[in-house]
């Protein structure tokens, strides 16, 4: 199994641009997570999937950020436009259920 | 009632030494609480977990201490080696088919020859 796998794994960007980030959870999980990780506020869940429903969006900060899971293979998490205080590692992990999650390697996005 | 707080930020330990981490929780509610290590420039990946029925969990260097009336677990590493310098997390979840993962704030260890 090839585990989770996120892109682009590097993004800098301009303040003011619309950023997508990219997930591909392990197979045959049904929970999707994406985490958000900076030195300041440390590991953040924003949101989560199950059966690619949203079940829980309160840990996203803003109407800036929006997250999509159109089929059980890919979800998207997007910021527009993008501030330079979303610079941090956004991660993306996945689990079947009442087991542990697997996480990706993570996206570090600057945003200058 | 929701945090899982974790002790100490930062740790430095001599090769060979005990490391030991340590975590609080308040939600009686949760009743799994995993371990999780991550490297630099890598996503956080289990290391070890444990129920609340037992009171001690342990897997070659690395062991779980629980105690359920104070409501508090602690990692420890023993043998610690430079391998071991990540930083380590604490969580804690409840059961009921929900996911949702609470973190602590993470523990960075180095290790030092």
């Known amino acids: 199994d090839a585990g989770v796998i996120q892109s682009p794994r590097h993004e800098v960007t301009e303040m003011g641009q619309e950023v997508t980030l990219r997930c591909k959870p392990i197979s045959g999980h049904d929970y999707l997570f994406w985490y958000r990780q900076t030195m300041m506020r440390g590991l953040e869940l924003l949101i989560y999937f199950n059966n690619n429903v949203p079940i829980d969006d309160s840990g996203m900060p803003e109407d800036r950020f929006s997250a999509k899971m159109p089929n059980a293979s890919f979800s998207t998490l997007k910021i527009q436009p993008s501030e330079p205080r979303d610079s941090a590692v956004y991660f993306c992990a996945s689990s079947s259920s009442l087991r542990d999650q697997y996480f990706g390697p993570g996206t570090r996005l600057l945003v200058l | 009632q929701q945090q899982v707080k974790q002790s100490p930020q930062s740790l430095i330990v001599q090769k060979g030494g005990i490391s030991i981490i340590n975590c609080a929780y308040e939600n009686t509610a949760f009743d799994y609480f995993p371990w999780y290590q991550q490297f630099p420039g890598k996503g956080p990946a289990l290391l070890i977990a444990?129920?609340?029925?037992?009171s001690e969990k342990k897997e070659g260097r690395f062991t779980i201490s629980f105690n359920k009336s104070a409501k508090q677990f602690s990692l420890h590493i023993m043998d610690s080696q430079p391998g071991d310098s990540a930083t380590y997390f604490c969580a804690a979840r409840k059961s009921g088919g929900y996911q949702k993962v609470t973190f602590g704030t993470g523990t960075k260890l180095q290790v030092i020859p």
């Open positions: 444990i129920r609340p029925d037992v």
